[in-house]
Every structure is written in structure tokens, then in C-alpha cells.
């Protein structure tokens, strides 16, 4: 599968691109809008990540080009713009999934799978379960047997990170770069008082486990 990366900001493209490779996928990054237009004009393509603030052409116009030329091509925006209206443009315009930054690298890649296979999008998935944790997608609820809490985002993406993951060790930093975004200080204790809070929210027996030295696992039974 090949993939274009169109970014501007050298750190985010190298941070998708290192991801999407882990995956298996082939990736080419363009630094603007006229390059990317170039590129996707020249050769097949499975899909596109956008970014719409891009030096040249922005990204709406790249996505309006893409559009007329390449209709069947999936484009998922990558965008730091998170307003309602930005948001429905980009779907008039043709974009085919739409993830504001900061962004989970896990839940880009979980998008970019169900694009390329032409499911649902993961999003749609109304409960993740892992061990005695319940996680309602659409209601950003979770619960431990009788018990269940309203989540805020961050205590949301960790725990879904960590269900997404059940029975692995997740790593602190890994956590930081997926749930906070590839640029938080790394010096932070934000992961643990997440972890403290989600443990508060549900209760002494949810199975978030803390593995010394190395990170955090939710028990897959």
C-alpha cells in the first residue's frame, strides 16, 4: 500500500511517515500543496493524509485538485483546524475522514486501516472491552462492573489506547507520543496523574497495571 504525506511542519511528517512504515505501508511526504498535487498526479496512490495549512496551495485547495483528477482516492486531513465548519468543507471538498492534532498516532493509524479496507470507520465501534473494562466509544463512558464514570478526553485516549493494546506493556512514552502528541515534554507526569485519575474514576478493581520500569498493561482477562 503507498501512502502520501502532505505536511509542512518537518516534525509531524517524519512522525507519521515513521509510523505508517512501522505498519508495513510506503510512504512519500511532500512540504506543500504544489508538490503534492505533482506527486499524486504522477504515480497510483492508495491514499493521502492532508494537511490544510500548507505553504503554496493550502489544503483545501490541494483536496479541491485531488478531488477532480482522483475522486476514488481516500483523503484523510490531518489538520490542526478543528472547527465544525473547517471540518464540513473539507467533507464537501471530497475528504474522506478528518482527525484533528493533536492526534493519536494509533487512532490515525486505526482510520487509515478502515479507509484502505472500505469498513466503517473505527470510530463507529460503540464498545471496547479488555479485562473488566468497558468503554463506551460514543458516550466517552467507561465502567468496571457496576461502576461507571464519565470520562475527560486525555483519561478517554489512554484508556482506549490501553484497550486497544490489552495484555501488552504500553510504555510511558509511548503513551505521551499517542495520547498527548509526538511534541509533549517528556519530563512530564502527566501520564501517571492520568493513570491515578482513571484508577480513581473506576475503582479499585479495574485491571490498569502499572509494570515497573517499563510502562502500563491493561489485563486482557
Known amino acids: 500500500m503507498r501512502i502520501l504525506v502532505i505536511e ?11 509510523g505508517l512504515e512501522a505498519e508495513g505501508y510506503t510512504v512519500v511526504a511532500a512540504g506543500d500543496g504544489r508538490r503534492g498535487i505533482d506527486l499524486a498526479s504522477g504515480a497510483h496512490w492508495d491514499l493521502v493524509v492532508l494537511d490544510l495549512l500548507l505553504p503554496g496551495l493550502n489544503g483545501l485547495q490541494v483536496l479541491r485538485e485531488l478531488h477532480r483528477t482522483k475522486p476514488e482516492l481516500p483523503v484523510v486531513i490531518l489538520s490542526a483546524r478543528s472547527d465544525v465548519q473547517t471540518k464540513l468543507r473539507g467533507f464537501e471538498l471530497g475528504a474522506t475522514d478528518y482527525l484533528a492534532k493533536p492526534f493519536s498516532l494509533d487512532e490515525l493509524l486505526a482510520r487509515i486501516r478502515v479507509r484502505l479496507r472500505g469498513a466503517p470507520t473505527f470510530g463507529d465501534e460503540h464498545v471496547l472491552r479488555g479485562g473488566n473494562v468497558v468503554l463506551d466509544v460514543a458516550r466517552r463512558q467507561a465502567g468496571v462492573g457496576d461502576r461507571t464514570a464519565d470520562l475527560s478526553d486525555r483519561e478517554f485516549r489512554l484508556l482506549h489506547h490501553l484497550l486497544v493494546h490489552a495484555g501488552e506493556v504500553v510504555s510511558r512514552e509511548r503513551l505521551l507520543s499517542d495520547v498527548w502528541g509526538y511534541d509533549f515534554d517528556p519530563g512530564s507526569n502527566v501520564v501517571e496523574v492520568c493513570v491515578r ?3 480513581q474514576k473506576l475503582g479499585p478493581d479495574a485491571a490498569i497495571e502499572t509494570v515497573r520500569s517499563a510502562g502500563y498493561r491493561l489485563a486482557a482477562e
Open 8 to 18: 509542512d511542519e518537518a516534525r509531524i511528517q517524519a512522525f507519521v511517515a515513521r
Open 197 to 199: 485519575r482513571l484508577r
